[in-house]
Every structure is written in structure tokens, then in C-alpha cells.
Nanobody, 124 residues
Framework: QVQLVESGGDLVQPGGSLRLSCAAS????????MAWFRQAPGKQRDLVAT???????NYVDSVKGRFTISRDNAKNTVYLQMNSLKPEDTAVYYC??????????????????WGQGTLVTVSS
């Protein structure tokens, strides 16, 4: 099957920067849209940014101008560069991908996959 593994979460001061990474592994045929979500304590999981296989990106208003999503298709990896971080950005950040993978029977199957999450804490 397919796994997503995130990294890069940390404790950072307000105004600081972090770069999150999410690498997909497994019998991957192709990856379509990839995205970052986040879930703050006691709140629902919300979309942060999306990127198509062609590199077109979209952001929620609260992160526009501060966050940049990018991807390396050769490495099956998506990134989230986060600048000018605010305390309200504190959350567990989850990677999401829409993947077509090879099955053991020789066919292919489509699957939406989630990573395990990485914690970002913005605090002085």
C-alpha cells in the first residue's frame, strides 16, 4: 500500500519559520492532489493548502502570503514552508494525498491517504 510520513514539526517563536515535509512511499503509480491540513487542540481538522500534480496551489485566507506549498514529483514529496508564524498556527499538521497505486494482483487502485501528523507549536 502507500504511506505518508511527515517531518519538520517543532517549537518556534512567533515570527519564526518552519518547513514541513511529507514523503509518500509504496507501490505508487501516480499522485494527484496533495494537501496540508491542521488540527488545533479541541478543534476540527481544517484545510490549509492544496497543490495539484501540475503545481497549482491554493491557500486558506489565514495563511496566504505566509505559507507556501510545493512538491517534488520525482521524490513523491510535498512541502509546507511556513513564515511569520503566529500562536494561532499552533496545531498538528497532517499531510493528505490522492494516490493511484499498484495492487498485488497487477492492477491499480485509487486511495486517499493521510499521514500521522507533526506538531507545530508557536510560542514565546
Amino acid at each position: 500500500q502507500v504511506q505518508l510520513v511527515e517531518s519538520g514539526g517543532d517549537l518556534v517563536q512567533p515570527g519564526g519559520s518552519l518547513r514541513l515535509s511529507c514523503a509518500a512511499s509504496g507501490s505508487i503509480f501516480s499522485i494527484n492532489n496533495m494537501a496540508w491540513f491542521r488540527q488545533a487542540p479541541g478543534k476540527q481538522r481544517d484545510l490549509v493548502a492544496t497543490i495539484t500534480s501540475g503545481g497549482s496551489a491554493n491557500y486558506v485566507d489565514s495563511v496566504k502570503g505566509r505559507f507556501t506549498i510545493s512538491r517534488d514529483n520525482a521524490k513523491n514529496t510535498v512541502y509546507l514552508q511556513m513564515n511569520s508564524l503566529k500562536p494561532e498556527d499552533t496545531a498538528v499538521y497532517y499531510c493528505n494525498a490522492h494516490v493511484t497505486y499498484y495492487t498485488s494482483g497487477g492492477g491499480s487502485r485509487y486511495l486517499e491517504v493521510w499521514g500521522q501528523g507533526t506538531l507545530v507549536t508557536v510560542s514565546s
